[in-house]
């Protein structure tokens, strides 16, 4: 890995120490809150290549990167994007890379479960939504429920910890909660809670769709007794933890977190920064600002050349997004997907 650099810090004194990658754009669901139903996807010269994507990987980890997180699009969509994280695996070690993670919506975990364990994967975040197959193919537009249940299963065999990943749409699966609370404590998995988010173009209004956690978590005091848990993340793995506020059930003995980027943000401990597929680097999830750095890899920039432009991205990092879902604001906020950006 080579020596370590001086950490990343940001202009609010936030050391930046996660870094998530995309390696696609593309996803084999179409997701009601995510991207539209008939998707233009970018044209594969315009993706990092792997070599490209570890080059990165690993200059940041140098900067004091101790978690890297694979997403999408659908990760395991693209070729071979196994070999990429066994070879980003390989780096894991108590003085450099602490932690490899991967968001997936579990389609194909059935086929790379296996293998994410023996790359040095601990743990994953699955997307999902409903346990309810009619409504599964109604918010994916077109997925198979028992297929990312066989994959949640096989990762389960495989031994990787699992986090359910669940966002809360008004009228689609706001009745859910409690049946998901009952399955992921019964399985042994982490739920989280998250708050759609207005990035891209949807075909959908998300006005309609947007459930604020503010609105559902007395639901949830009113039949399960939740106890606060205090950065239980970094007690279990030793890095930073994410944007989840958690809470322990006691009925289940299982956890539940929420994400509120709208209704209580959590800029102020933001640790994070987003490569996506194309090397274009944001600052923030929520901001338009970014650093090309494909452009200078592809010139032939040297290692000092790229972490100055690295450093000086981060310098720009924003205290917060501005995040808004509101009867005069329906739509779009950002025009790009999250699929772009990275999960």
């Known amino acids: 890995m080579g020596s370590q650099k001086p950490p990343l810090i940001d202009p609010f004194g936030r050391t930046i120490s996660y870094l998530r990658i995309s390696v696609t754009d593309r996803c084999d669901l179409r997701c009601v809150y995510c991207m539209q139903e008939q998707m233009t996807f970018l044209p594969r010269e315009e993706l990092l290549t792997f070599a490209e994507l570890e080059r ?42 602490q932690e490899l993670t991967l968001t997936t919506n579990g389609s194909r975990l059935t086929q790379h479960a296996a293998a994410l364990a023996a790359s040095g994967v601990k743990r994953i975040n699955v997307s999902l939504d409903t346990l309810r197959p009619d409504r599964f193919h109604a918010i994916t537009r077109g997925g198979k429920l028992d297929q990312t249940l066989a994959g949640i299963q096989a990762a389960k065999a495989a031994g990787l910890r699992i986090k359910i990943n ?27 809670l ?12 998300r006005l309609d769709q947007y459930l604020p956690l503010s609105i559902l978590r007395p639901r949830l005091d009113n039949r399960w007794t939740l106890s606060r848990e205090l950065k239980p993340e970094a007690a279990a793995t030793g890095v930073a933890p994410g944007p989840a506020r958690y809470w322990r059930i006691a009925e289940t003995g299982g ?39 494909r452009t200078p890899l592809r010139a ?36 790009r997907h999250m699929s772009v950006t990275g999960g």
């Open 255 to 293: 956890r539940i977190g929420f994400i509120t980027p709208l209704t209580d943000h959590f800029c102020d401990s933001c640790n994070r920064v987003r490569l996506t597929c194309t090397g274009t680097l944001f600052l923030c999830l929520g901001q338009e600002d970014h650093a090309d750095l």
């Open 300 to 335: 032939g920039a040297s290692d000092m050349e790229m972490e100055r432009l690295v450093r000086d991205a981060v310098a720009r990092k924003p205290h917060k997004h501005d995040f808004m879902i509101a009867a005069d604001r329906p739509q779009k906020q950002l025009t």
């Open 194 to 205: 998250i708050e759609t988010m207005p990035l891209g173009e949807t075909g959908e209004n």
């Open 56 to 97: 990165l990987a690993r200059l940041f980890v140098r900067l004091g990167t101790t978690k890297l997180r694979i997403t999408g699009g659908e990760p395991l969509v693209r070729r071979d994007v196994m070999q990429l994280i066994a070879s980003l695996g390989q780096d894991i070690g108590p003085a450099a890379l």
């Open 166 to 192: 669940t966002v809360a749409l008004r009228g689609l699966n706001e009745d859910e909660m409690d049946d998901l609370i009952l399955w992921c404590g019964d399985q042994g998995f982490d739920l989280c």
